[in-house]
């Protein structure tokens, strides 16, 4: 049986091609008896349109693209499940590019920029450089930072700093003054900002405490589990270790809980540890943690981008979404014994 057609639609309702374009393309200028004939007409017909010839019709590709480093790390897959979650529920299409290296990073950046491939481009966690910057804004493709900024770019952001100050005020507020910070590299090629920013916001919570910041207390790594444990056996085999941990990501403090339990302590009673994200597996662990909105971020940044596409003039801006401390069993006083059963 033949694919019905649009002038199948159109002979069926009794109206032009044109008039059933505009119905499929949500035009106001159909008058709602006709738009209703029409959309009957679909119905009885079970007409389903060609992708290819709407997206010809409405001079746009329907695709939203995503830039994303790292993609299989767990905060980054809440923010994609939000993302995906709102675009369902769109006329755009999701189209993912994974980074994983600087190379891929510009080939990315390059091959985006022109506004033929996407109506519209989220980047997450990776900062354009001026010239990439300059190159989207040529080719006007409405784009949005996720955990970046830049001052021509519209962004969206929680505030890291204010995280990290919430972790190590709450461990000062225990009576720790022995606190160790595990974290990626500060600087990397990436220009990934969330460890420094969080690094910054417990710097000031020790400051604004009197606590001396002892700069021996700061390990910094590549992102893993692994790595966090590596990072956190060199604490606390010093001479004087830390008394708390505030690690920068959930991963790295289940890293730091792996370290404990390979040296024979325990946490809450010889090792405080929180960490930062909360992500699914933290509930689990009982892990006291700073919770980011991961997944209504990837909402958020699909309805401003898509408000960013319909009105191109909109001046740049940033949104901050904000951060909660969140209590459970893995961070105690450091005079903390628990009592025998």
Not at 35 to 59: F, N, T
Not at 279 to 307: D, N
């Amino acid at each position: 049986m033949p694919a019905v057609t649009i002038r199948d639609v159109a002979r069926h309702a009794g109206v032009g091609i044109g008039t059933v374009s505009r119905v499929l393309n949500s035009s106001p200028s159909v008058s709602e008896t006709t738009r209703q004939k029409v959309l009957v007409s679909i119905q009885e017909l079970d007409y389903r349109p060609s992708a290819i010839a709407r997206r010809l019709s409405l001079g746009k590709t329907l695709q939203i693209a995503v830039i994303v480093p790292f993609f299989t790390r767990p905060v980054f897959v809440e923010r994609l499940r939000g993302i995906e979650h709102t675009l369902a529920q769109s006329d755009y299409d999701l189209v993912l590019y994974n980074v994983e290296t600087i190379e891929r990073r510009d080939e990315c950046f390059r091959y985006i920029a022109r506004r033929e491939r996407v109506d519209g481009l989220l980047i997450i966690s990776l900062l354009p450089r001026d010239r990439d910057v300059e190159r989207l804004l040529r080719a006007q493709v409405p784009t949005l930072l996720i955990d970046a900024r830049h001052p021509s770019l519209h962004s969206l952001n929680i505030d890291d700093v204010v995280g990290g100050r919430q972790a190590t005020e709450h461990l000062i507020e225990l009576g720790h003054r022995k606190i160790g910070y595990v974290s990626d590299y500060l600087e990397d090629p990436f220009g990934f900002v969330s460890s420094r920013d969080r690094f910054l916001g417990y710097y000031q919570a020790l400051e604004a405490a009197d606590v001396p910041f002892r700069p021996q207390y700061h390990k910094q790594g590549e992102h893993s589990q692994l790595e966090a444990r590596k990072l956190a056996l060199e604490l606390l085999s010093m001479p004087d270790p830390p008394t708390a941990i505030f690690a920068a990501s959930d991963t790295q403090a289940i890293g730091v809980l792996a370290a404990v339990r390979e040296l024979g302590q325990r946490v809450p009673e010889d090792l405080s540890v929180i960490g930062y994200d909360d992500i699914e597996i933290a509930e689990y662990l009982h892990l006291t943690t700073v919770r980011q909105p991961s997944f209504s971020i990837g909402i958020e940044a699909v309805e401003m981008l898509i408000e960013i596409i319909n009105q191109p003039d909109l001046p740049v801006r940033e949104k901050i979404l904000p951060t909660k401390l969140v209590i459970r069993a893995t961070a105690a006083s450091p005079a903390f014994k628990k009592q025998p059963a």
